[in-house]
């Protein structure tokens, strides 16, 4: 069955510096997002992609984020200077149609 | 008032008993409702999916929607062990919008 696949898994990085986490969504899907959820709270939109460009984005998502799909299966979330409260797991999900909302397994960052 | 509502449990039931999860909702623009299962520190996992009122069966596996109450239900027959995890509902508008999510129920089914 096809996955949506997020490298690293665990991610620990410094208050401050930037981190990018990656996605490779189902191939034939066309719609894209991220997802986070902080540990013991639910999950959380934070943005979603269609043909190129931002097609939504919640509150959480200020300049410090940023998302790019570089090349035909790669899809990736930048965080330019990571504070403590970014602490989370980072879900990509994507979708074709209704039925196939499919999400990774997540990218565990931790910022200390 | 929040957007979706659940119960986050904790719930344990014994092996073979019938598990009730629910949501209740107040935005009327949600369309289609999903049920995720999760386990701790992995990616939810679809369970099911529906958009109109009514029951829908997979398995021992039924979800129900009740729009004029904006009221959505999983139930769970023959509970198992395996079925322990969290189980997340979320709520849609469109293919390509956002999902929102309840604050999901955390299972435990002891053998």
């Known amino acids: 069955e096809p996955e949506v696949t997020q490298t690293p898994s665990h991610q620990v990085t410094q208050m401050g510096q930037e981190v990018i986490l990656r996605c490779v969504p189902i191939?034939?899907?066309?719609?894209f997002y991220w997802y986070r959820q902080i540990l013991g709270q639910k999950v959380e939109f934070l943005v979603s992609?269609?043909?190129?460009?931002?097609?939504?984005k919640s509150e959480i998502f200020d300049d410090q984020f940023s998302v790019e799909r570089p090349d035909g299966s790669n899809f990736t979330l930048k965080i330019r200077s990571t504070k403590l409260e970014d602490s989370a797991m980072y879900f990509c999900?994507?979708?074709?149609?209704?039925?196939?909302?499919?999400f990774g397994s997540g990218t565990r960052l931790t910022v200390v | 008032q929040k957007e979706v509502e659940q119960d986050p449990g904790p719930l344990s039931v014994p092996e073979g008993a019938i598990v009730s999860l629910n949501c209740t909702y107040s935005?009327?623009?949600?369309?289609?409702f999903m049920w995720y299962r999760q386990y701790s520190r992995k990616g939810p996992e679809l369970l099911m999916y529906?958009?109109?009122?009514g029951n829908k069966e997979d398995g021992r596996f039924t979800a129900q929607v009740d729009k004029s109450s904006k009221y959505i239900s999983l139930f769970i027959r023959d509970s198992q062990p395996s079925d322990s995890a969290t189980y997340l509902c979320?709520?849609?508008?469109?293919?390509?919008?956002?999902?929102?999510f309840g604050e999901g129920t955390q299972l435990t089914v002891n053998p």
């Open positions: 999900a994507s979708n074709r149609d209704l039925y196939g909302y499919t």
């Open positions: 191939s034939n899907h066309l719609y």
């Open positions: 992609f269609y043909n190129n460009e931002i097609s939504e």
């Open positions: 935005n009327s623009a949600f369309q289609y």
């Open positions: 529906t958009y109109s009122s």
């Open positions: 979320a709520l849609g508008g469109t293919s390509g919008s956002r999902l929102t």
